[in-house]
């Protein structure tokens, strides 16, 4: 697989990617690369297209111009996962929810049954496996969303803001969920406002501004010397 | 000169109160058949119409096509079809001389169940297409990420609704059972046949026979408060079980 460059979905390449809703532009003139491997922390106020972005790499969302590929194909590949700020989760027990998406990605039987428990293991939820999914606590729900993501051992997975309702406790949780999914061999792309999260988390930083990209560079240069005004104006704010 | 004749009216009332009560505590034989098929014929419509109007309001709900606007805008509609346009259209499709004649269900307990069915289908679908539309709100991104088609996400969110569209069975039992117009006109009202509650109601009021008449409506109000109780429980049940 790893000499097959073209392997899961790999590279994103997303060329003058525009989208517009009710005639309001919210990203406009996105040309990026992703490559495989590493943490892509998408950063930026609110409202400036982050989310949007996360979708339309996500293929959730269409550009109403311009294009989005993944590996060279049009279709979104299935190998791909998103967790979403506010965890959606149905109506039955933590594990269902879990065998729900793997039986979607057509795995079910004993193997099903292991990676349910492998992955309720690494987010420390075995004990509440059989506890119905929407009562848990907002960090348990969000942890849960992570092990169904993981579950499917996708190739990519996004994080659209995950931690932006929870308490530091849960946001540690699920940055050091994040960072053991990443040393699975799984490529992170995740939006935060967050800037002392970005500086955790991130090998490569996309900053976005009034639905541009106005900076995608190495996270050590973004932070030490960012290249944008709008970027220098983002850290600065965050220091007042 | 009114005074009078309400104090008898209120006589008559308790007189026929106590009888009924009597009919309902000593469980009479004829009360009982009535509430049976009465029961029997609703339960039957109210399974037909689910089959038929929860996969249907399901698929409208998850669904995009050309003309989906109207076809909500007829459903909702439908929910308010006059019980005995439905028992005469019915009718008019069972009778000896109309295309389903030769089935020879015209006063029938089959015919009511088809004319309920009817009746209740479109209200079970409407209800159905607003609750799992409401729930695909929430939903469709995270299904669409987990590469759910279409059809597979209506199953998944009747199924995750089940609780809501548990009352909307109710809300269409409850609605079919206390009916009068179409099963009378289906039914043809048949002594041991085709009676149920709300015919047998009707002709002994006419008749002036006050207890029977009473006593059915004391059953069917009493079912249909607990109808409405179950409902109300299941709901606070489901959302603090399952969130």
Redesign the interface.
């Known amino acids: 697989m790893a000499d097959d460059a073209h392997a899961g979905g790999l590279p994103i390449v997303a060329r003058g990617a525009t989208y517009a809703s009710g005639g309001t532009i919210l990203l406009a003139d996105v040309d990026l690369t992703l490559e495989r491997g590493g943490r892509t922390v998408v950063l930026g106020a609110n409202g400036s297209g982050k989310s949007t972005l996360l979708r339309l790499l996500h293929g959730l969302l269409t550009p109403t111009r311009g294009t989005v590929q993944w590996g060279g194909a049009n279709a979104r590949p299935r190998s791909h996962a998103m967790v979403f700020q506010r965890p959606v989760l149905l109506r039955r027990s933590a594990a269902a929810n879990i065998r729900h998406a793997l039986a979607l990605a057509g795995m079910r039987g004993a193997d099903a049954d292991r990676r349910i428990h492998a992955a309720l293991q690494a987010v420390e939820l075995v004990q509440v496996s059989d506890r119905p999914a929407r009562v848990l606590s907002g960090g348990e729900q969000q942890r849960l969303a992570l092990a169904r993501a993981w579950a499917l051992a996708p190739d990519v997975l996004f994080l659209d803001e995950p931690t932006a309702s929870l308490d530091p406790a849960s946001t540690r949780a699920v940055e050091r969920i994040v960072g053991e999914i990443h040393a699975g061999g799984t490529t992170i792309v995740m939006s935060t406002h967050n800037l002392p999260q970005a500086k955790r988390l991130a090998d490569t930083v996309v900053f976005l501004h009034g639905g541009r990209i106005a900076e995608h560079t190495p996270a050590e240069e973004f932070f030490r010397a960012p290249n944008s005004v709008a970027a220098r104006e983002f850290i600065e704010g965050e220091r007042l | 000169m009114h005074f009078p004749c309400a104090a008898f009216v209120l006589s008559t009332f308790s007189q026929s109160l106590v009888l009924a009560g009597q009919m309902i505590a000593s469980l009479d034989p004829k009360l009982v058949e009535i509430v049976g098929l009465s029961l029997g014929v609703s339960l039957a419509a109210t399974l037909i119409a689910a089959c038929i109007g929860l996969p249907l309001g399901a698929a409208v709900a998850v669904s995009r096509f050309p003309g989906r606007g109207t076809v909500i805008a007829v459903m909702n509609a439908m929910m308010g079809l006059p019980p005995v346009v439905v028992g005469l259209v019915i009718y008019l499709l069972l009778s000896r001389a109309g295309p389903l004649g030769h089935f020879g269900l015209l006063f029938t307990p089959e015919a009511m169940v088809i004319a309920q069915t009817v009746l209740i289908a479109p209200i079970l679908a409407a209800l159905a297409r607003q609750t799992v539309e409401d729930a695909w709100v929430?939903?469709r991104?995270?299904l669409?990420?987990?590469?759910?088609k279409t059809l597979?996400s209506a199953l998944?969110l009747l199924?995750?609704?089940?609780?809501s569209l548990a009352t909307v069975l109710l809300a269409g039992f409850g609605r079919a059972v206390a009916e009068v117009g179409a099963v009378m006109i289906v039914g043809g009202n048949i002594d041991g046949v085709t009676r149920v509650m709300t015919t047998t109601i009707a002709l002994e009021t006419s008749k002036g026979d006050l207890p029977l008449a009473l006593g059915l409506g004391v059953v069917l109000l009493v079912l249909v408060l607990a109808l409405n109780f179950v409902a109300q429980a299941t709901r606070h049940w489901?959302k603090?079980?399952?969130?």
């Not at chain 2, 199924?159 to 609780?163: A, F, G, I, L, S």
């Open positions: 929430e939903y991104e995270q669409a990420s987990l590469g759910s597979g998944t199924w995750d609704t089940r609780y489901a603090a079980r399952f969130g």
